[in-house]
Every structure is written in C-alpha cells, then in structure tokens.
C-alpha cells in the first residue's frame, strides 16, 4: 500500500458506489460487529488518537446505508454525548442546534472513509481543502473537520469491512509517519478481527 493521494477535481465527488456492500454486510453479521459500541474498539480509538496526536479518532465499520464508529475517541465533551449523530439520513438522535458532535452513526455521504473502503487503499489529506472533490464534504461543512488519515480493514476474506481513521479540526501534516502509523494499527486491527469470530 503506497501513499496514493487523491488528485485534485473541479467536482464534488460523491459518495462513491460500493458493489461490496452487501458482502461485507453479511461478513459484519458473522463477525458481531458494526451493531453495537465496543469498549476494546474505543480503547483501540483512544490509542489511535495518542499516536496520531488528533482529537477524533474512529473504528468505523461501513454499511450499505450508514457507517457505524465502534470505536470512538473524541474531545470529552463530546464523547459522553457520543448518542449524537450528524443529521442526515441513515442516523438517529437529536441533530443539536449548534454546530453537531462525531457521534456513532453517519450517513454514507458524510466523510471520508467510504471513500477509502471503496479505493482501499489509505487516504491523506491534509487539507481538505485543497481537494474540491472532498472540501463540499458534509462533514466539512458542518463539523468543520479540516484534514483526515484513514486506513482499510481488509480482512482474511478479501473484504475491505471498514476503516481506522482520524481527523482535525486544522490542516495536518500527517507525512510518511502518519501514513506507516495508520497503516500499521489497520494491520493490527485487522490481525484482532481475524482471531475471532465473536464478540472481543
């Protein structure tokens, strides 16, 4: 896997088609995961977010309609309100007045990580803005979220079940270690994930 940065587009992308979907869907019911928050995962999130130095931090696993952060670290304030959720379709709770907190479901065409399932291959970018494609992200826009570094989760089956990734509010130089950083802990993960077929 190589540092394969998106090139820049006059065009928002959309949220891209993922023919895998219902393939890893049925593979995310086998393995008991992307329903339910899992506390090794949000451990997992919090180290992440350590190593990285960034204040979000997710183990998302993709659906055909939603994502789902199993794993979660983000400002504390906003992790014991983790229930909220970006407004759009796909999501539950509340949308709040103000500007919404990361919560634990998104729509598919908020962020970046289906696009990275889709690709899978890991994605940097260190200033969304720099990326017409990904600026008009929904998730720019309304959380303000300014650079993102994900990773896959290519399991033994071939099937990319979602992505560890993490994000910031200001433009990140995140460079070759962050990319060997994220990489790595999708390796890890990956290695956790291939040694159950259960619950952690």
């Given at each position: 896997m190589t540092y394969d940065p998106p090139r820049p587009a006059g065009r928002l992308l959309l949220t891209p088609?993922?023919?895998?979907?219902?393939?890893?869907?049925?593979?995310?019911?086998?393995?008991?995961?992307?329903e339910r928050v899992e506390p090794a995962l949000d451990s997992f999130a919090d180290r992440l977010a350590e190593l990285a130095e960034a204040p979000?931090?997710?183990?998302?696993?993709?659906?055909?309609?939603?994502?789902f952060f199993a794993g979660l670290h983000a400002p504390d304030?906003?992790?014991?309100?983790?229930?909220?959720?970006?407004?759009?379709?796909?999501?539950?709770g509340p949308a709040p007045a103000a500007k919404p907190r990361i919560g634990r479901r998104m729509a598919r065409e908020y962020g970046f990580c289906p696009h990275v399932v889709v690709r899978r291959k890991a994605l940097v970018l260190e200033d969304v803005r720099d990326y017409p494609r990904f600026a008009g992200n929904p998730l720019v826009d309304e959380f303000g979220i300014r650079s993102y570094l994900g990773a896959p989760l290519i399991d033994?089956?071939?099937?990319?079940?979602?992505?560890?990734?993490?994000?910031?509010?200001?433009?990140?130089p995140?460079?070759?270690?962050?990319?060997?950083?994220?990489?790595?802990?999708?390796?890890?993960?990956?290695?956790?994930?291939g040694l159950r077929e259960g619950g952690f």
């Open positions: 088609e993922d023919k895998e979907a219902p393939a890893r869907t049925r593979r995310l019911r086998v393995l008991d995961l992307g979000y931090a997710m183990v998302n696993f993709v659906g055909e309609e939603r994502q304030s906003e992790r014991e309100a983790g229930r909220l959720t970006a407004p759009g379709p796909g999501t539950d033994r089956t071939g099937l990319a079940l979602g992505t560890v990734c993490v994000t910031d509010v200001e433009p990140r995140w460079g070759r270690p962050g990319l060997d950083t994220i990489k790595a802990l999708a390796a890890e993960l990956v290695g956790q994930i």
